[in-house]
C-alpha cells in the first residue's frame, strides 16, 4: 500500500516521542507499505514563533509571518529523517517547496495549487521514505507560504491526492473520532466510520480533530482518510465516502465556545439592507455562521449574526462602518455565548429530531437564543456558562454517551 502518515504536534513534542514514532514507520515499512511521512511542529512550537515576532512587531507583514511560522516543521522533518535512519532506514526530510507543493500567493493562508508526483515518487522508488514538512508550500515568486493553522492535515491530504495515496492517516492524540468533545460528556461512543459530509460539519462548528479543509479536499478529490493515535494501537476512524443512508440519524454532538454575536438594531425595513452591510462583511472577508432578522413593528427590524472571536474586530468595524448609511440603530455584541450542534444524517427532514434538540435544551430551562440548521445539522446559540450541562442533556437524548 502506498500510504501518507500525518504525526501531529502533540505527537511529536518530544525527542523520545518522534524515536517512538520512527520505529513504528520503520515497522509499517518492513510490512511492505511504501510511506510518505508528512509531520506538523513540535508541541506549541508554532505559537512560540508567532509569539516572537509579535514581540518585535504587532504588525510583523504576512510575508514575514510565513517565514518565521514555517520554520518549526523544518525542526521536526530533520529529526524524524534522522530518527527514521537510526533505525536502519533510508530517509530525507524535504521542505514543501522541496516536495513540490505549490500554493498561491495569500500569504498566512495560501491556497494550495498542486502537489508535484515526481520527487516524492522517484524517492519511495529507490526505498527511500521522505519525510515532508506540513503547513508550508511556495508561492509562483519563490516565497514560503504557510497554510493556515492546522494546516499540516490539509498538507497530508494534498500529498495523498498528488501521489495517488490509497490512504492517508492522520495521527492524533485520540484514537479516533468521538461523538462528542470528552470535556464536555462524560463518556461518548467512538465512531468508527463516518462520511466526509458529517465529518466536515463537525470540523466547521468546533471539531478540532481535523482541519476543515483537510476534508473538504479529501471530499473533493476522494482521499481515504483515518484519523488513529500516535502512540496506541487502535483502528481509528475512517471518513470516507458513505452510501446515502435516507433513515435520520444523529451521530455527533459538537460545541463551539469561540463565538460573538454582534446585533444590529432597529435597521428600516426596505430592501437592500442586509446586502449593504454585509458587503461590509465581504470586503473584509469575515466569515459569517448564523444570521437572523427578526421582525419588529414601525418598519423596523434587528439583524444578528456570529463570527469566530478572531474575525470580531474586522466583524465591528464593518458594521460600524456601514451603521450611518443603513440608518441603524445600537449596535451591540455579546460574547458570552456558544454554540451547540448536532450532526448526522437528514437530520432537517426529522422534526423529531428538531423536536428533541429542542426539548432537551428546555428539560433544563435553558433559553435558545439563535437557530440555524442544515439538512445534516442542527445549531443553538445559548449562554456559554450554560453550556456543560445542555451538552450533557442533549447528548443522553441522542444516545451518543456508551
Ligand atoms: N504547526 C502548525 C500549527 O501549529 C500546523 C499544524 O500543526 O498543523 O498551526
Ligand atoms: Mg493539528
Do not use: W
Not at 509499517?28 to 514581540?55: E, F
Not at 507543493?101 to 495549487?113: E, F, G, N, Q, V
Request: charged share 25%.
Amino acid at each position: 500500500m502506498l500510504v501518507v502518515q500525518k504525526y501531529g504536534g502533540t505527537s511529536v513534542e518530544t525527542t523520545e516521542k518522534i524515536l517512538k514514532i520512527a520505529e513504528k514507520i520503520a515497522q509499517d515499512y518492513d510490512r511492505g507499505d511504501k510511506i510518505v511521512v508528512v509531520v506538523s511542529a513540535m508541541g506549541k512550537t508554532t505559537n512560540y514563533l508567532i509569539n516572537l515576532l509579535d514581540q518585535v512587531n504587532p504588525n510583523a507583514n504576512s510575508r514575514e509571518y510565513d517565514m518565521i511560522a514555517s520554520t518549526g516543521e523544518q525542526i521536526s522533518i530533520a529529526l524524524m529523517a534522522s530518527a527514521l535512519s537510526r533505525y536502519g532506514k533510508k530517509s530525507v526530510s524535504l521542505t514543501g517547496f522541496q516536495a513540490g507543493i505549490d500554493t498561491d500567493s495569500t500569504y498566512s493562508r495560501a491556497a494550495l495549487k498542486r502537489v508535484y508526483r515526481g520527487k516524492l515518487m522517484s524517492l519511495i522508488d529507490d526505498g527511500i521514505i521522505p519525510v515532508v514538512a506540513g503547513f508550508q508550500g511556495i508561492s509562483p515568486s519563490g516565497d514560503i507560504t504557510t497554510l493556515g493553522r492546522g494546516g499540516s492535515d490539509t498538507t497530508a491530504v494534498a500529498v495523498a491526492y498528488g501521489i495517488g495515496a490509497d490512504l492517508c492517516e492522520i495521527y492524533t492524540d485520540v484514537d479516533g473520532v468521538y461523538a462528542a468533545d470528552p470535556r464536555y460528556v462524560d463518556k461518548p461512543k467512538k465512531i468508527d466510520k463516518i462520511s466526509y459530509d458529517e465529518m466536515i460539519e463537525m470540523a466547521a462548528h468546533g471539531a478540532k480533530v481535523l482541519h476543515l479543509r483537510s476534508v473538504e479536499l479529501a471530499r473533493r478529490y476522494h482521499v481515504k482518510l483515518v484519523v488513529k493515535h500516535a502512540h496506541m494501537k487502535s483502528e481509528g476512524t475512517i471518513i470516507e465516502e458513505v452510501g446515502r443512508l435516507e433513515e435520520p440519524l444523529v451521530r455527533s454532538l459538537t460545541v463551539d465556545e469561540g463565538i460573538v454575536k454582534i446585533v444590529i438594531e432597529d435597521v428600516p425595513d426596505i430592501p437592500g439592507i442586509a446586502a449593504k452591510t454585509f458587503k461590509q462583511l465581504s470586503d473584509r472577508h469575515v466569515s459569517l455562521d448564523m444570521i437572523v432578522q427578526s421582525m419588529h413593528r414601525d418598519g423596523k427590524n434587528d439583524i444578528a449574526f456570529t463570527v469566530s472571536k478572531e474575525e470580531f474586530k474586522d466583524a465591528l468595524e464593518a458594521v460600524n462602518h456601514v451603521k450611518e448609511e443603513i440608518k441603524a440603530g445600537n449596535i451591540h455584541s455579546d460574547d458570552t455565548m456558544a454554540k451547540i450542534s448536532i450532526v448526522g444524517v437528514n437530520i432537517i427532514g426529522s422534526s423529531e429530531i428538531v423536536y428533541n434538540m429542542f426539548d432537551a435544551i428546555a428539560s433544563i430551562g435553558v433559553n435558545i437564543d439563535m437557530i440555524s440548521t442544515s439538512n445534516s445539522r442542527i445549531s443553538c446559540v445559548i449562554k456559554r456558562e450554560k453550556l456543560r450541562e445542555v451538552a450533557k442533556v442533549v447528548s443522553k437524548r441522542f444516545g451518543l454517551e456508551e
